[in-house]
């Protein structure tokens, strides 16, 4: 049995998750000044930074797929990063982690490696009451994500280390071409797709026998009509905010 934690859920994860401009400005603007950037948790690299010195993932299966002329990287866990104290100007952490074993642990090591930590995270209450796939159809995957290290924990923990903190929204874009879970959020027809919910933790961890009926009564709902009467508010924006936050840290 593979101990790789994404042996599955990782597999064509870099043809859903390609970066998004609008996600990776916001990254950009939190990294300036940084000229050393650690990725922990860095999957196949979608948010690589210019300037990244050294990328680490737990997983053999993302590394293989970073693309060629990427930076060097490593498999190593968050909570035990093989790297000396202060070897970076910023450690960046992007929707990594509520997969840690350990976040406490994860988040002393961020801390201990750099002097600014970087985190796309989100606030997961705000989420399942603001995300209509959540709130309609799969209200199982807000219950199982107030207890992820999310929002809370990781800007609790990171005071621990006594650093001063910023929260940044991150409204997802319209036409967001990263996969992660809302970025489908004005394309609902998208959630029908079975490589589309794989490549999205939070739908990919719970039973088919919860998402299978979900998805039936999403694909009735469109077909009828009923979704389009219900969302007529989505028409006209192009940016919606479900809770994504940049934790911008420094010591």
Request: charged share 25%.
């Amino acid at each position: 049995m593979s101990t790789d934690p994404y042996a599955n859920l990782g597999t064509g994860y870099s043809l859903q998750r390609r970066t998004d401009p609008h996600i990776d400005r916001r990254i950009r603007e939190a990294l300036r000044g940084c000229g050393r950037v650690v990725d922990v948790g860095a999957g196949a690299g979608s948010y690589e930074q210019p300037g990244t010195v050294l990328a680490i993932d737990p997983s053999a299966t993302m590394l293989a797929q970073r693309p060629a002329g990427a930076a060097p990287a490593v498999l190593a866990a968050a909570e035990a990063l093989p790297l000396r104290d202060d070897a970076a100007d910023a450690a960046l952490a992007v929707l990594t982690t509520h997969h840690w074993r350990d976040p406490a642990a994860g988040v002393a090591e961020l801390v201990r490696i750099a002097r600014r930590q970087v985190v796309l995270t989100w606030d997961p209450v705000l989420f399942a009451r603001t995300f209509w796939l959540v709130a309609e159809y799969l209200p199982e995957i807000g219950h199982r994500e107030r207890h992820l290290a999310c929002l809370d924990t990781v800007t609790r923990l990171l005071r621990r280390h006594g650093t001063t903190i910023e929260i940044v929204p991150v409204p997802v874009p319209a036409d967001c071409v990263d996969g992660l879970l809302a970025a489908h959020w004005k394309r609902p027809r998208a959630y029908l797709d079975p490589a589309v919910r794989a490549a999205a933790s939070g739908l990919a961890g719970l039973p088919l026998d919860v998402v299978g009926p979900a998805m039936a009564r999403l694909a009735d709902d469109l077909d009828t009509g009923r979704w389009q009467e219900r969302h007529t508010d989505l028409d006209g924006l192009e940016h919606l905010d479900v809770g994504y936050r940049l934790v911008v840290s420094s010591r």
